[in-house]
C-alpha cells in the first residue's frame, strides 16, 4: 500500500528528531546488551574458576605451625599451608607465593607452570610492566625466568593490604614459584600462613583453639575477605545498576517519542482526516502510523543491542583484567541480546500505540479541522501571568501550557545531573578520603605490626620516636560487619582525630568510633554499642564518646592502657607500632610493615583509574542531555513554525522569538539541575550503602562544590549547544514560506 | 434521485450552548449533475458536505445516496461509503506531504475496484509532468488540481468539493473549475460545491442558499453557462 511510505518519509523529513529518538533507544539497548553480557561473562566465569580452582572458605596465620591433621579431623575442613613473602624494591612490591595443591590453586592462563627456577606473574602487573615469557626478573637478588602468567582464586582482587580502595599493578602486583624457589629467596618465614576448605561451624571455638596452641595472629573467612568479596560486590552492584539505568534510558525515550508522536500526529492532523475521507480504515491508518515506532525501535535497538554486544568483548576484557579474573569459558548470552532488543520495543511499541490512539479517538471532522484549534478553547487563560512584559508573558504561558514537555525535560536534567554527580563524587571521595585518612587523621610514617600481643621488653625502640599501638577485630551483635578497635596513646602524636568541626579529639575522653561506623551502627555519642571479639567470641559493651571525621573504616579508637585493661591484655601489651623513622625489628617478629607515603602514592595513583569510568559517565549523561533538551526544543520549534513565521513578520527579532517560545526550557534546566544536587546525595548514598554493606569499607559520597559547578559546567555547555543547534532551526523559518503554505 | 435528504439536524455543542448547524434541511440532488451550496459563514455548509461525506454523523432525519441509508452506516460502513462512492476536495488541498503527485493519487486508486488510470488522470488535470514532486514543490493551483486528480481518480460518483478555489488566484481558481466541469461530463460524477463566491453558481445546475443551519431558496439555473464564462 502506496501510504506505507508516509513514516519513511516522515522520518527523513524530521530526521535529527527521530535520529536523537533512536540514539536514545539504541543508547538504552547498549547499555543493557554491554552491561548484562558483561555481567553474566564474569559472573560465570567467576562461578567456574572459584569451583575448578577450589576457592578457600578462609584463611589464618598463626606464630607457629598447626598440625593440620588434628584440625582437619576435629573440624572436618581440608586445610593447607601456603608460603608467602612480600619483596619490595624500585616502589614495587611483589608477593610470592608456594603453589598450592588443593586449595587456590593457581589457575595459568597464558606459559606453564614454573619449574626451578622459574615464576608465574599475574596478568595486570605483567602487563603494566611489559614484561614477556622468558623474561628475567630478580627477587632478593636471584634471577627468576617468567614462565607464564597465573591467577589465583583468592586473589581475584588483588590489593596489597586489606584496607586498599582500589588495585595498582603500577607498584603491586602478586606471583608464584616452586615451596623449594621460595625457601631460597626467604630464609624465614616470622608466621605460618594456611588456607581451609570447609564449613566451619563454630568458628568461635576453631579460633579459640588455635590461638591457644599456636598463637592466632589473623582470621579471615572467606565473606570478609576483600580480596574475595569486592569482586563479588562489584559484579553485584553492576548486575543491581543495569536494569534501571537501561530502563531509565528507555523510559525517558519512550516519554519523549509520545510526546513527539503526539505531536506530529497533530500536526499531520489534516492529512490523516484526509487518510479517512478517502476511505481508509482505522486500522489500516493505525498501522501505518505505527511504522514510526517500528522502525524507531528496529533501527535503534538493533543497532544499540549489537554495538552493546561487540563493546562487551572488550569491555569484559577490561572488567576482568581490574579483577584479575581468568576466561575459563566463553560466555556471550545470546538470550541477553534478545532481551536488549526486544524491552525497548515493550516501551516504545505502547508509548507510540497511545500517543497515535489518543489522536485516533477524534471524529474526521476534528482531524480535518486540527485538535489546537479544537483544544484552544480548553487551554487554560492564566491571566495572572499578564501582568508580565509581553515576551515573558507569552515565554511563560508556554511553558506551562506544554507541561508535559517541560516536565520531561525536567526529568532528563535531573538524570543528567546524578549520573554526573555520582561520577565527579566517586573521584572526589576517594581522593579526599586519602587525603583525610592518610594526611590529616594518620601522621605516621611506617606501621609496623608484630607477630604477637605482648609487652615486648626483648625490644629496645629508645633510639626511634615511636608510639605503641595494639588492636583487636570484632564484629556486631548480628554479626553484619566487622569493627577494628585501636588502642593507641593519649595525645597521640601519630594518630589525630578530629570531629566533624575539625576540633581535636581525644581518646582519653572514651571511645571514639569512625563517621562511616556511626552511619553503619545508627550510633550517636554517649549511646551503648555490643560487640563481640572475633578470636575469642567474648562479647563487650562499649560506650561511644566521640564520632570522628574519618571518611573510611569501621575502626574504633580507645586509650591503650584502657584497651589492655577492657580486654584482658598485660599493662604495656602492644602489637605494633607508629614511626616517623624505619624501625629495624627482627625478621622474626615482624608480621606486616606499612610505608605510608608508599600506601598514598598508590592509592592516590589507582584514583587515576576511576578518571575512565568517571569520563564515561559524563559523556554518557551529557548526550543523554543534548538529546533530550535538543528533541524537545525542536519539536517546540516545529510545531511553532507558524507562529514564528507570524512573529517575525510582525516584526520580533529572532532573539525575542526564540525567547518566547522556548525561554521556559531555560527554567526547567534550572529547576532539573536544582532537584538534581540533593536526588543525587540521596541516590548516592543509597547507592554506596548497598555497595559497601558487607565490606569494612565505608565511602560517604560527598558533594563538594567543584563536582557541584563541575557538573554544572558540562550541562550548561550541554544545554547551550543544543539550544545553538535550535536555534538554528529558527533562523531558517521564513515568514513567506509559512504564509505560502497557507495561501498562494 | 440519486441523493435524498430528509430533515437533517445536527446539533454542536459549544461551551453551554446548543448551535444547530443544520435545522431541519432537506432536498434532492440528481445523478451527474453539478450543485453549488452557498451562504454566509456559519450557515452550516460544512457540516452539510461533512455529512453527505460519511465524515460526520446527524442527530436527526435521513440521507440516502443511491437509495442506501448512510445515515444508519456503522463506522466501517461509512468508510467503505467514502471508499467507493465519493471524492473530496478540500480548500487547503489536504495532500499528504510524505507522498509525491503521483503517490497522492494512487494512495486513493488502490481503495477503488472501478479505479481510473493514475497517469490518465493526472494528464487530464495537467500535473503529468510533477508527478514525482512533493506536494511543497508545486503552487497552490497545481495542489489543487493534483487534489481533484486524487478524487477523480477512484471513479466516485460523488465528489464534494469545499471552497475548492478559495486559497486560489482568479486564474488558477477558472482552470479548476472547468475540470471539475470537465470531470462532471466525462464521468457523469455528481459534484456538490460548497463556495462563498456566488459566481460559481452560474455554472451549476442548482444552489442550495442556507442561512442560519436552514435551507432559505433552492435555486434550479436554467441559465447555467460554462465554466470558461465564469467570471467575478
Not at chain 1, 597464558?110 to 606473574?121: T, V, Y
Not at chain 1, 559523556?619 to 543534548?626: E, G, H, M, N, W
Not at chain 2, 461533512?50 to 448512510?70: H, P
Request: net charge positive.
Amino acid at each position: 500500500m502506496v501510504i506505507k511510505r508516509i513514516p519513511k518519509r516522515i522520518m527523513l523529513r524530521e530526521k535529527a528528531q527521530f535520529l536523537s529518538i533512536v540514539l536514545l533507544v539504541a543508547i538504552a539497548s547498549m547499555a543493557y546488551a554491554l552491561f548484562s553480557i558483561t555481567v553474566r561473562n564474569i559472573d560465570e566465569n567467576y562461578k567456574a574458576f572459584i569451583e575448578n580452582q577450589n576457592q578457600e572458605d578462609g584463611n589464618f596465620i598463626t606464630s607457629l605451625p598447626v598440625d593440620i591433621k588434628y584440625l582437619e579431623s576435629k573440624y572436618n575442613l581440608k586445610v593447607e599451608e601456603r608460603l608467602m613473602v612480600d619483596y619490595s624494591e624500585d616502589n614495587k612490591t611483589i608477593r610470592v607465593f608456594s603453589i598450592s595443591k588443593q586449595i587456590n590453586k593457581p589457575f595459568v592462563s597464558l606459559g606453564n607452570m614454573p619449574h626451578k627456577g622459574e615464576i608465574l606473574i599475574d596478568p595486570n602487573f605483567f602487563k603494566k610492566h611489559q614484561y614477556k615469557i622468558g623474561d628475567t626478573i630478580k627477587i632478593a637478588n636471584k634471577n627468576f625466568i617468567i614462565s607464564g602468567i597465573f591467577y589465583l582464586p583468592d586473589y581475584i582482587y588483588i590489593i596489597k593490604n586489606d584496607q586498599d580502595f582500589l588495585p595498582d599493578s603500577e607498584h603491586f602486583g602478586i606471583a608464584a614459584m616452586n615451596e623449594e624457589d621460595l625457601k631460597t629467596i626467604a630464609k624465614v618465614f616470622p608466621y605460618h600462613y594456611y588456607m581451609f576448605k570447609g564449613n566451619l561451624k563454630d568458628i568461635d571455638s576453631f579460633k579459640s583453639d588455635v590461638n591457644q596452641k599456636w598463637g592466632l595472629l589473623k582470621f579471615v573467612s572467606r565473606s570478609e575477605n576483600p580480596r574475595i568479596t569486592f569482586a563479588e560486590i562489584k559484579i553485584d552492584s553492576v548486575k543491581r545498576s543495569t536494569l534501571p539505568i537501561s530502563l531509565f534510558v528507555i523510559f525517558m525515550s519512550s516519554v519523549i517519542l509520545f510526546i513527539v508522536m503526539r505531536r506530529l500526529i497533530n500536526n499531520m492532523h489534516a492529512e490523516i482526516g484526509t487518510l479517512y475521507s478517502l476511505g481508509y480504515s482505522d486500522k489500516e491508518v493505525i498501522k501505518v502510523f505505527m511504522h514510526l515506532p517500528i522502525y524507531i525501535w528496529l533501527i535503534g535497538s538493533i543497532f544499540g543491542s549489537v554495538l552493546g554486544f561487540i563493546e562487551a568483548i572488550p569491555f569484559s576484557t577490561f572488567f576482568r583484567a581490574y579483577f584479575a579474573l581468568p576466561v575459563v569459558k566463553n560466555v556471550y548470552p545470546i538470550s541477553e541480546l534478545f532481551i536488549a532488543m526486544f524491552l525497548p520495543g515493550v516501551f516504545i511499541l505502547s508509548s507510540g500505540y497511545v500517543a497515535i490512539k489518543r489522536f485516533f479517538k477524534l471524529t474526521i471532522v476534528e482531524m480535518l479541522h486540527g485538535v489546537d484549534e479544537i483544544k484552544f478553547n480548553k487551554l487554560p487563560r492564566l491571566s495572572f501571568l499578564d501582568k508580565f512584559s509581553f515576551q515573558n508573558r507569552i515565554m511563560f504561558k508556554y511553558g506551562v501550557r506544554h507541561f508535559a514537555r517541560e516536565a520531561v525535560l525536567v526529568v532528563g536534567v535531573i538524570f543528567s545531573t546524578i549520573l554526573l554527580m555520582y561520577g565527579l563524587s566517586a573521584k572526589n571521595a576517594v581522593i579526599d578520603a586519602i587525603n583525610k585518612v592518610y594526611e590529616k587523621n594518620f601522621e605516621y610514617k611506617y606501621m609496623y605490626i608484630l607477630n604477637s600481643i605482648s609487652t615486648h621488653t626483648e625490644l629496645n625502640f629508645k633510639k626511634y620516636k615511636v608510639e605503641p599501638f595494639n588492636f583487636q577485630a570484632f564484629e556486631t551483635k548480628n554479626g553484619n560487619f566487622n569493627i577494628v578497635i585501636y588502642g593507641i596513646e593519649k595525645n597521640s602524636n601519630m594518630v589525630k582525630l578530629f570531629d566533624e568541626r575539625g576540633a581535636r579529639i581525644e581518646v582519653n575522653s572514651g571511645f571514639v568510633i569512625t563517621r562511616p561506623l556511626a552511619q553503619k551502627l545508627n550510633a550517636k555519642e554517649g549511646q551503648e554499642i555490643e560487640l563481640k571479639n572475633k578470636f575469642d567470641g567474648k562479647k563487650y559493651k562499649l560506650k561511644v564518646g566521640k564520632i570522628a571525621d574519618i571518611p573510611v573504616g569501621n575502626q574504633g579508637f580507645m586509650d591503650i592502657n584502657e584497651f589492655n585493661k577492657i580486654f584482658g591484655f598485660e599493662k604495656g601489651s602492644f602489637i605494633g607500632l607508629y614511626s616517623d623513622t624505619p624501625v629495624q625489628i627482627p625478621k622474626q617478629m615482624l608480621f606486616d610493615a606499612q610505608d605510608k607515603n608508599y600506601m598514598i602514592e598508590t592509592l592516590k595513583g589507582s584514583a587515576v583509574t576511576l578518571q575512565k569510568s568517571i569520563e564515561v559517565l559524563g559523556l554518557i549523561s551529557a548526550i543523554l542531555a543534548l538529546l533530550i533538551i535538543y528533541v524537545l526544543s525542536g519539536l517546540a520549534i516545529t510545531e511553532n513554525k507558524k507562529n514564528i513565521g507570524i512573529l517575525k513578520m510582525l516584526g520580533f527579532k529572532e532573539k525575542q522569538i526564540f525567547k518566547m517560545i522556548l525561554g521556559f526550557n531555560s527554567y526547567s534546566f534550572a529547576i532539573g539541575f536544582l532537584l538534581g544536587i540533593p536526588l543525587s546525595k540521596f541516590t548516592m548514598n543509597q547507592l554506596m550503602s548497598s555497595a559497601t554493606k558487607n565490606t569494612d569499607i565505608s565511602l560517604t559520597l560527598d558533594l563538594s562544590w567543584q563536582s557541584v559547578v563541575g557538573c554544572f559546567v558540562v550541562l550548561a555547555a550541554t544545554y547551550i549547544l543544543s539550544r545553538y543547534l535550535v536555534r538554528r532551526k529558527v533562523a531558517k523559518v521564513m515568514p513567506v514560506d509559512i504564509l505560502k503554505e497557507q495561501i498562494d | 434521485m440519486f441523493i435524498v435528504v430528509e430533515n437533517l439536524t445536527r446539533i454542536y455543542k459549544v461551551g453551554a450552548n446548543n448551535v444547530r448547524a443544520l435545522d431541519d434541511v432537506s432536498f434532492e440532488f440528481e445523478k451527474g449533475k453539478i450543485y453549488t451550496v452557498v451562504g454566509p459563514s456559519g450557515s452550516g455548509k460544512t457540516t452539510l458536505f461533512n455529512i453527505l461525506g460519511g465524515l460526520d454523523r446527524a442527530d436527526r432525519g435521513r440521507v440516502f445516496v443511491d437509495s442506501k441509508e448512510i445515515t444508519k452506516f456503522s463506522k466501517n460502513e461509512l468508510a467503505l461509503y467514502r471508499r467507493d462512492y465519493v471524492g473530496f476536495v478540500f480548500q487547503f488541498y489536504n495532500l499528504i506531504n510524505g507522498l509525491t503527485v503521483y503517490e497522492n493519487v494512487l494512495s486513493s486508486a488502490v481503495l477503488s475496484k472501478n479505479s481510473l488510470d493514475v497517469d490518465k488522470v493526472l494528464k487530464m488535470v495537467d500535473v503529468y509532468s510533477e508527478k514525482d514532486k512533493f506536494p511543497f514543490e508545486l503552487s497552490g493551483g497545481q495542489q489543487q488540481r493534483v487534489a481533484i486528480a486524487r478524487a477523480v481518480v477512484k471513479n466516485p460518483s460523488i465528489i464534494l468539493c469545499d471552497e475548492p478555489t478559495g486559497a486560489l488566484d482568479y486564474e488558477s481558481a477558472k482552470l479548476v473549475l472547468e475540470l471539475l466541469e470537465n470531470v462532471n461530463k466525462r464521468f457523469n460524477a455528481t459534484i456538490l460545491i460548497i463556495t462563498h463566491n456566488l459566481a460559481i453558481s452560474n455554472m451549476s445546475d442548482a444552489t442550495i442558499r442556507l442561512r442560519s443551519g436552514r435551507v432559505v431558496e433552492f435555486i434550479e439555473n436554467h441559465n447555467k453557462v460554462p465554466a470558461k464564462e465564469v467570471t467575478w
